[in-house]
């Protein structure tokens, strides 16, 4: 994440010509740094999405197709990457690094998280929040972690001493195996066990890996016996976790279980004023036109990291040639991101995938069969039409065979609910998201 965001995100492609594919670097330094340490994963990836490159070349500037050359003084140096902040519980050599960035200062609150928020505000309070575990589940990129590390940023300020153990279910289960395969194992149940906050992340990952599993379980059950607190993330809610034990889906939902919502225009409206707050702090004398940010907001995705991404190259850009970030200069330099969330993601593509991945006809999906195999499939249509554009219930009804808009809202309720319970929903939920997000 640090990598991409100080070094790739800053890019500005400039075209292929003759093989070799070009980008514009903040700086000569940037640009030499990033042909040393990523050239061949970006021409990869150039070549995997089809592109005719065999090189790529890196140049300090402007785009050869923008403006001529402003008369603007040299422009700062790329957003140095933060000082890293004290990690956590690193006496134990479980240290995990906290994000100074995600605080709840810079947490945006808005109707799709405010329920995550507010519990997660409650457990940072310390002591027996009676949400024991949280489990806070939602997609990619909506803010999961960044409330993890802002719960540890605010209990250690509350109390410096609190021993916290932040680790993603992956680094759980690799140092379980290491403790295995260096006969420490009580060393490990020691250390897990004698921290007054675990919080774990994207804890999805233990489908299927049955010895962590059951390793994991009784760490939990330790800690919640002896009144510790325990937080958890996924990218679903326990009873759709698939090849997860019942007996501890049912544990990890004996406390409080919150959905992070996808981000609805509001938020994301939110979340851009306060990121381009802190770029105007950076990069002092850069202004924005009016309309910019809502036009951000409008025309890309619900996941959050695309959106600060976006942000990121763009104040890269504008400090680069020294000028206002304006509609046309974010058109020009997000060309690619605008493209690939550009209305691509329409009630027909839904469709069509969702009558792809069911192998049901298209006519089928949008016409009168009250078939099981085909409504069942058509509410999931609607629910993503409903969570991945910005079309009304009575519009997304007309597009599905002239339905009324409350049967579209009975379709959506139904799979928030079944997303709830039923792993293979879940699952195909997540396939088509990521599928459509593509
Ligand atoms: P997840 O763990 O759910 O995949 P992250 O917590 O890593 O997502 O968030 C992705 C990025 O988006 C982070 O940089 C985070 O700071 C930012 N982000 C997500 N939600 C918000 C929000 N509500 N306000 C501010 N930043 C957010
Ligand atoms: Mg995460």
């Not at 990121?312 to 060309?335: H, K, N, P, Y």
């Not at 009975?410 to 997000?437: F, M, P």
Request: aromatic letters at 8%.
């Amino acid at each position: 994440d640090n990598n991409y965001k100080s070094w790739i995100a800053p890019l500005c492609f400039d075209g292929i010509e003759d093989g070799v594919a070009r980008f514009v670097a903040p700086t000569t330094f940037h640009g030499s740094f990033v042909q040393k340490e990523f050239a061949d994963r970006i021409l990869s990836q150039l070549q995997r999405h089809g592109a005719e490159a065999q090189r790529v070349a890196f140049t300090a500037g402007q785009p050869r197709r923008a403006a001529p050359r402003p008369s603007a003084p040299a422009p700062a140096a790329p957003a140095p990457a933060e000082a890293a902040a004290p990690a956590v519980a690193d006496e134990s050599g479980l240290s995990t690094a906290l994000d100074a960035r995600f605080t709840f200062d810079r947490f945006v609150v808005g109707k799709p998280n405010e329920m995550a928020h507010a519990a997660a505000k409650r457990v940072a309070e310390g002591g027996p929040s009676g949400f024991n575990p949280l489990f806070l589940y939602g997609g990619v990129g909506l803010g999961k972690t960044h409330l993890m590390h802002a719960i540890a940023h605010e209990l250690k300020a509350r109390d410096p001493e609190v021993k916290i153990v932040i680790t993603s279910a992956e680094q759980f289960m690799y140092r379980f195996i290491t403790a295995l395969r260096d006969k420490r194992m009580m060393d490990f149940k020691l250390l897990y066990r004698s921290v007054d906050v675990l919080m774990v992340d994207d804890v999805q990952f233990l489908a299927g890996k049955d010895s962590t599993q059951e390793e994991f379980f009784h760490t939990f059950n330790a800690l919640i016996e002896g009144g510790k607190q325990i937080i958890i993330s996924a990218d679903r809610a326990p009873g759709a976790m698939k090849d997860v034990e019942q007996r501890i889906t049912s544990r990890l939902a004996s406390g409080l279980v919150v959905d992070l919502y996808p981000t609805d225009y509001e938020l994301r409206v939110g979340i851009l004023q306060s990121k381009a707050d802190l770029y105007r702090q950076q990069y002092p004398g850069l202004t924005i036109a009016p309309g910019v940010l809502e036009f951000l907001a409008h025309r890309i995705s619900s996941n959050v990291r695309v959106l600060e991404g976006a942000l990121t190259r763009l104040f890269a850009f504008a400090s680069l040639v020294g000028r206002e970030i304006t509609m046309e200069m974010t058109q020009d330099c997000l060309s690619d991101i605008l493209r690939s969330s550009d209305s691509k993601i329409s009630i027909e593509v839904i469709q069509r995938k969702v009558s792809d991945h069911f192998n049901i006809r298209l006519s089928d999906l949008v016409g009168p069969k009250r078939l099981r195999s085909i409504a069942r499939p058509r509410q999931i249509a609607m629910y993503l039409a409903k969570s991945m554009t910005s079309r009304s219930l009575p519009e997304i009804g007309r597009r599905f065979g002239g339905r009324d808009h409350t049967t579209v809202l009975h379709g959506v309720r139904k799979i928030e609910e079944l997303k709830q319970t039923d792993a293979q929903i879940a699952d195909d939920l997540e396939l088509l998201r990521r599928a459509l997000e593509e």
